[in-house]
């Protein structure tokens, strides 16, 4: 089997059509589709009970108690016989020739890892997401999009590595992404936008609550993780990088989203110190002097700016 693409569902009985349309018309030749249940309550496996009587060869039906989007993919995973992992969310899609052209790639270039670009699809507007090429592990930590569902990886490294999803966490995406990337000795990019990411209002993504702050154990657990398996050195100026960015980027903007006063209060005021209690000295980092409006940003952070910026998201 070539390819092996693991989708996890829960209650999404709108969507699961429209995606696994797109996966059964793969027009690779040896696509091995495993439907990972995750204890939906709605009409999902009637949906998914269409396609395995018409496509019975090609699918693998799971069923399994509710353990959130990181167990489906870990349980998927023990049954998968490709060479290489795909991950495809539920409420996803793709375009036909996804798999066909990022195995290719895979294979020409002996490839660990192929990623493609991808397609935020809002209900009102598409916005294309064109993703940078990295030429080392180091520039690699520092500027993949840490999202599963975009690439092919080599089934071999995730089994070697033991490398899992972290169950009970959001962000997900994030942990496993920059633990895998110590084992890409070759990445290559098919440089078209397969994938269209579904935005829904209701899904985990876009509701903020306390569990907004499990961020906090995700970056920790990538740092602790390359400090125990004695590679973090090599790798320090970017972790450094990569943790300061996410705490005053795009992981602050979602604190400044969680409805609670009190809690928001408490996540933005724990923002800060895990960030300088961490790295003290994160203004000095070398990535972070590289002139952009980003970095320019970031280093305009001090006590003072920080709760300017911290108002001022609030009221976005």
């Known amino acids: 089997m070539k390819v092996s693409v693991i989708i996890p569902v829960y209650n999404i009985e709108n969507y699961i059509d429209k995606c696994l349309e797109s996966v059964v018309n793969q027009t690779i030749d040896e696509l091995e589709i495993i439907i990972v249940n995750d204890g939906s309550t709605d009409s999902s496996k009637d949906v998914i009970d269409k396609y395995m009587a018409k496509y019975n060869n090609k699918i693998k039906y799971l069923e399994k108690e509710n353990g959130g989007l990181s167990s489906a993919r870990n349980y998927g995973l023990k049954y998968a016989t490709g060479e290489y992992i795909a991950f495809l969310d539920g409420d996803d899609y793709i375009e036909l020739d996804t798999y066909k052209e990022m195995y290719e790639k895979a294979k020409k270039e002996n490839a660990d890892m192929v990623e493609c670009d991808f397609l935020w699809e809002y209900p009102n507007k598409v916005k294309k997401d064109i993703g940078k090429i990295y030429l080392s592990k180091n520039e690699m930590i520092e500027k993949v999009r840490v999202v599963a569902w975009n690439k092919l990886i080599k089934k071999e490294i995730i089994e070697k590595e033991n490398l899992e999803f972290p169950e009970g966490l959001r962000y997900e995406d994030i ?123 970031i280093r305009s952070n001090n006590k003072i700016t920080y709760k300017i910026y911290c108002f001022l998201l609030n009221k976005i």
């Open 175 to 297: 942990e496993f992404c920059y633990k895998l990337v110590p084992y890409l000795n070759k990445v290559s990019f098919v440089k078209k936008p397969f994938v269209h990411y579904v935005q829904r209002k209701t899904s985990i993504a876009n509701t903020q609550n306390v569990k907004t702050k499990e961020i906090f154990m995700i970056l920790d657990n990538v740092i602790n993780y390359y400090k125990e398996n004695n590679i973090y050195e090599e790798y320090k100026n970017e972790l450094e990088y990569i943790y300061t960015r996410y705490l005053l980027c795009s992981s602050l903007k979602r604190m400044c989203k969680i409805k609670n006063k009190l809690e928001r209060k408490k996540a933005l005021n724990e923002t800060w110190e895990k960030l300088n209690n961490r790295f003290p000295n994160w203004k000095k980092n070398k990535i972070l002097k590289k002139f952009n409006l980003k970095n320019l940003y």
